[in-house]
Antibody, heavy 124, light 107 residues
């Protein structure tokens, strides 16, 4: 079964750090770009970051640039999001989502597989 | 960044109705436009990709159309399972952006 499972969320004080993980299974992880998307309570979806299939190229939303770092370990089918200098407005459910199969030559594609999300709460 | 604007924000409809949701982009996104359905407490699910391609397993009552900057999601005959929130998303250029969502409610 194709699956993404996030972990690592929790309660953190403003200014603190947290590392999210996403474990992938059921597909050739190293062939796909991967994304983080977040959703604040009661709000819409916000794309946060993506990384290409090899981990060579990364992109970030302006709201997290310089504070968050996306990375991946293809040997262990895992995606990560290191978050620093957390703010109240970073409070959200964080999803990992599968993007295009760049390893198979697909450059643009919707996010077809999503995890269940992990909740990050930034509060003092 | 490309801004995505959905309308309406809320839509009240009945089972069997035909409904249309519109998504407008602040600049062309070519054909790189998707529609997602999200139910409370659940992750989003892709319905339509590349403007009009139906994701595998999605009922044929869902369809997408449009080009450039204006797009629509149509549900031909609403079923009870369709009451949810719908989002459009462009994946033409960074930052990938979502519309603000359209909540489809039971009338």
């Amino acid at each position: 079964e194709v699956q993404l499972v996030e972990s690592g969320g929790g309660l953190v004080q403003p200014g603190g750090s947290l590392r999210l993980s996403c474990a992938a299974s059921g597909f050739t992880f190293s062939s796909y770009n991967m994304n983080w998307v977040r959703q604040a309570p009661g709000k819409g979806l916000e794309w946060v970051s993506d990384i290409d299939n090899r981990g060579s190229n990364t992109n970030y939303a302006d709201s997290v640039k310089g504070r968050f770092t996306i990375s991946r370990d293809n040997a262990n089918n895992s995606l990560y999001l290191q978050m620093h200098s957390l703010r109240d407005e970073d409070t959200a459910l964080y999803y990992c989502a599968r993007g295009p199969a760049l390893g198979f030559g697909v450059v643009n594609d919707a996010f077809d597989i999503w995890g269940q999300g992990t909740m990050v709460t930034v509060s003092s | 960044d490309i801004q995505m604007t959905q309308s309406p924000s809320t839509l009240s409809a009945s089972v069997g109705d035909r409904v249309t949701i519109t998504c407008r982009a602040s600049q062309s996104v070519s054909r790189w436009l998707a529609w997602y359905q999200q139910k409370p407490g659940r992750a989003p699910k892709v319905l339509i990709y590349d403007v009009s391609s139906l994701e595998s397993g999605v009922p044929s009552r869902f369809s997408g159309s449009g080009s450039g900057t204006e797009f629509t999601l149509t549900i031909s005959s609403l079923q009870p399972d369709d009451f949810a929130t719908y989002y459009c998303q462009q994946y033409n250029s960074y930052s990938y952006t979502f519309g603000q969502g359209t909540k489809l409610e039971i009338k």
